[in-house]
Structure formats: structure tokens, C-alpha cells
């Protein structure tokens, strides 16, 4: 990518596993699908595909059918001493440029020349990580000065119309009209 490029908004890396692991092996493009989330993936679905949630009621609608995580977090984290890489947090869709926990219920992410999701809410981090690596939790689980629950393990959303995504491809983010509500775990 040319430097004129580097500072815009794009994808880093795009992950997808058939099976329901923590992590997913980085690939060459994902195929989204609309109203139902990453061809291939164990997390796509009109209703839930998350175990635990599934367990719960599994007619709840699959607001979760693409996670995407900001590769700043990666950044953040190695600070503290965590290695993390695309794809090992569980996201499907690895971000650079963009202020994905800043940005309100609704936001459209253009991923590429066509696809389109939208955001429900924000990733709820879980113990599972710290079974990825001990200690990393508290990492991407904290609390703001002002004693705020911080999650800043990515957001989730829903696709709004299909497409092949890569990486290297643009993300241009559309704002929704109106009153902006800030995220929530979904």
C-alpha cells in the first residue's frame, strides 16, 4: 500500500472457521452474505450461533453475524506484553484507521467495493480470552477513570448487502441519520 494511502480507513486481514473456536485462521477473502453474515463461518445465521446464547433461546436474532476488531487494539495490547494477531481474538474482519468503540448503534461499515455491514453493539470480552492468553482480559476489559465498564473487544454487526472482502480494501463508514445512540454489548 502507498504511503498517500496508508492513513485511510481499510481491512488489515479477514478471518473465518467453520467450527465454533475461540480463534479463526486469517484467509484470502470472505464472501459476505446479506441478512446472513460470513459464507464458511460457524457464526453465520438469521438466528444465534454463539453456544451460549443458543442455549439460552436460540430464536434470538443473529446480531453478531460479523465481529470486526480495530488492529489498534493489537497495538494497545502489546504495550502490556500480549502478542495478538488478526483473527486470534475470534473477529472476522481486522480494521485499521477506524474508531470502531467510538462509533453509534446503526453506523454502516462499506467494506470494499460492495459489502455493507451494519453495527448492532459492542463485543462483550469474556473469559474465554484469558484461555487464549492469561491476563489479557483485563486488557481488553477495564474500567474508564470514571468507573465505566471500557470493552474493547471489537463491535458486532449484521451484513445489509453481500460482498467479497479483502485485504487492503477501504472502509467507508456512513453515519445514521438522526439522534446517535452509543453502543452496547450485544
Known amino acids: 500500500m502507498d504511503a498517500e494511502h496508508e492513513d485511510r480507513p481499510r481491512v488489515v486481514a479477514v478471518?473465518?472457521?467453520?467450527?465454533?473456536?475461540?480463534s479463526k485462521p486469517v484467509v484470502q477473502e470472505l464472501?459476505?452474505?446479506?441478512?446472513?453474515?460470513?459464507?464458511?463461518?460457524?457464526?453465520?445465521?438469521?438466528?444465534?450461533?454463539?453456544?451460549?446464547?443458543?442455549a439460552r433461546d436460540p430464536s434470538q436474532p443473529n446480531l453478531r453475524q460479523v465481529h470486526l476488531i480495530h488492529a489498534e487494539l493489537f497495538d494497545e495490547?502489546?504495550?502490556?506484553?500480549?502478542?495478538?494477531?488478526?483473527?486470534?481474538?475470534?473477529?472476522?474482519?481486522?480494521?485499521?484507521?477506524?474508531?470502531?468503540?467510538?462509533?453509534p448503534t446503526g453506523a454502516l461499515l462499506h467494506l470494499g467495493d460492495d459489502a455493507c455491514v451494519r453495527v448492532t453493539g459492542l463485543r462483550n470480552p469474556c473469559q474465554q480470552i484469558n484461555g487464549f492468553e492469561p491476563g489479557l482480559l483485563r486488557e481488553v476489559l477495564g474500567k474508564a477513570d470514571d468507573g465505566v465498564v471500557e470493552r474493547k473487544g471489537g463491535v458486532m454487526s449484521v451484513v445489509v448487502s453481500g460482498g467479497v472482502v479483502r485485504q487492503g480494501d477501504q472502509v467507508r463508514?456512513?453515519?445514521?441519520?438522526?439522534?446517535?445512540?452509543?453502543l452496547e454489548p450485544v
Open 15 to 22: 478471518s473465518r472457521d467453520s467450527d465454533h473456536r475461540f
Open 31 to 54: 464472501t459476505l452474505v446479506e441478512g446472513w453474515g460470513v459464507e464458511g463461518d460457524a457464526h453465520a445465521g438469521t438466528t444465534v450461533q454463539h453456544r451460549s446464547r443458543v
Open 77 to 103: 495490547v502489546a504495550e502490556a506484553g500480549f502478542a495478538v494477531a488478526p483473527g486470534e481474538l475470534g473477529e472476522n474482519v481486522t480494521t485499521r484507521g477506524i474508531d470502531l468503540l467510538g462509533l
Open 173 to 182: 463508514v456512513e453515519l445514521p441519520e438522526g439522534e446517535q445512540t452509543p
